[in-house]
């Protein structure tokens, strides 16, 4: 299979939403807290240029278990 930057791309977003989940299922037990305990990132670029206008709003909520999974991607596309 040929590696292209899209599939890397794919394969990290894929990694966050796998963590994301996995987070949310196990933010009940006590003793991992602080793998699934969110971090918010947020970032609101906007313009007026008199044609054109845009917002964009973009609100990440990161955890250590998405981070994980992330890097698992990582990995997993490497070893392709």
Request: charged letters at 15%.
């Amino acid at each position: 299979m040929k590696k292209n930057g899209w599939i890397l791309v794919l394969f990290v977003i894929l990694g966050l939403v796998a963590g994301s989940l996995a987070a949310r299922a196990l933010k009940d037990v006590q003793g991992i807290s602080f793998l699934t305990r969110p971090t918010s990132l947020s970032w609101s670029p906007a313009a007026d240029l008199a044609v054109i206008r845009y917002d964009l709003k973009l609100h990440v909520d990161l955890t250590l278990l998405s981070i994980v999974g992330a890097a698992a991607a990582i990995w997993l596309y490497r070893r392709m």
